[in-house]
């Protein structure tokens, strides 16, 4: 989808007249001028600036218009076509079998990925104006209006519901920067609701959504980007003043290995125990960092695994036998079953005895279902469906099979907040080795085990078992390739040594002075990254951002720069954490407590450098 200015939507409408109808015209025009200029003459009415019909032809032009920009591949196409609007998770199966029921408009957005609709004006793509055409043959390139409706950002449109939809559109760039967005003026909604659509369905790389809290969110890929949506929403798409926050970086943490040694995971010290207060209930839990590799493949089948999920405990439940989903499951599986192929291999690889049947062992993945976070379930007293559709035999205990699903809740709410920040937890493993509880016990005290208590139970301890390894931040990286004449290439060095960014790759171009710097940069560091380096390059060297991948930051935290500095240390020079600025900053953000110190040696003046 692409969006069009009206003014040249308007020139598209023109009909071709015939010289008979065009004399016509231009008399009746003639006409119309004399008598004005007559009644003119006789002071009966004043100049006619025209004002209204400039104002009609603004507004009408300053709309924009969504086209369906696409090619042909096979068939040709009319104005006017009943056709199928295929989105990009359509299943033709899925479609065969259900061709006999009633497709609505709007069924696009639901599992079925369908919908039908009319096809509106044809255009024939002229420069920056557009010809309208009746009808298209194979091989050419067109746009389709009235479509607005039933396609997001890209879809398949064919007469046939056996057709395959083509696969969703990817970017060069995933969105990674965000900020909440709301009117100046509240009474603005609903034209501030309309831009955002036309918004999220001209820009590939931007995403709107809202938020938990309510709040509209505009992610993008990055500040560059930023900019630019905001003047399109408000010169083009919403047409009003728009308040912005300041850009949001979302972080992540994880847990690092001390020592890889064998037994390095099983150290009695890094298991912690929880228990509810009051209750004869207790778990005990160790977390340890994932493969990187057991990582990526979770990255990359998150979207799978969610789907998995919904199916699986569905299937566990009973529950929805009806559902598109369950009926599809079949395939589903089998896409499972490689991905746990996938991960034995990766488990394997990584030549460490603790990971041994771990695959078997998964209990639950987090945050939401389908993250990069593992619930292994090692306790002996109590055995669970595996989430890969395996079903175990009973368990025995029936306490601890009722309080099964609020116990992956509370592994769902940790892994979703982590104890550094509050920001989601990336490539963490939480091992569950022991699992107690005896009801029985509480009934005859007059306790009763409630499901919130056993989730706040499970939330606690894995934030304490988190907080009991090495914990890190995650950051967000950009690959960021310059373009630098060889006369300026140390200060281009010493901007990216400044902004904490990692040189990878420095090459020449063949017949040219001109080099090629790759480096890796922080997100949070990017700001007037670009600005910057054209001001000390003196416009030479030109920068490109690209989201790369995650890095975790390989500093403790907790570690305090001026907690072992001396009076008579002068000369030392102190340094940042950088780890503990970018917590207090995301702590201050959401409200929670920061650990600072704001006043220090009040009672004296305290230098660290010689006087001269």
Known sequence: MISVPGQYVTRINRQTLTAEEMDRKHREAKDKYLQKMERLKLGEEEVDTGEAISEDHNTRSSQEIMIAVGRIFSGTVTEGDELYILGPKYDPELGLKDKRQEVEVGDIFSQKAITRSRIGKIYALMGREMESIGKVYPGNIIGIGGLQDTIIKSATISDSLACPAFTELIGSSMPILQTAIQPKELTHMSQFVKGLKLLNQADPCARVYIDDSGEYILSTAGEIHLQKCINDLEEH?????????????????????????????????????GSVVGCHCSVKIRAAPLPGTVVGILDENSELIRVASDVVNAKISGANKNRDDIRNGTDIFTNLNRLKGKLEIAFKESGCTFWENAVNEIWSFGPRNCGPNILLNRTRNFRNASFWGDYAEESENFDLKRYGYSFVSGFQYATAAGPLCEEPLHGVCFIVEEWIADTERDVVSGVFLSGGQVMSMVKDTCRRAMQARSPRLVLPMYQCDVFVNADVLGRVYAVIGRRHGRVLLEDIQEGSTTFLVRSAIPVIESFHFASEIRTEASGLAIPQLIFSHWETLDLDPFWDPLENVEEEDEDIEITVNRAQAYINQVRRRKGLPVRERIVAHAEKQRTLSKNK
């Not at 970086?249 to 690092?256: A, G, L, Y």
């Open 237 to 273: 798409y919403a047409g009003i003043k728009v308040l912005c926050s300041d850009p949001i970086v979302p972080f992540r943490e994880t847990v690092v290995a001390d020592d890889l040694k064998k037994g390095a995971y099983a150290k009695p010290e890094y298991l912690v125990e």
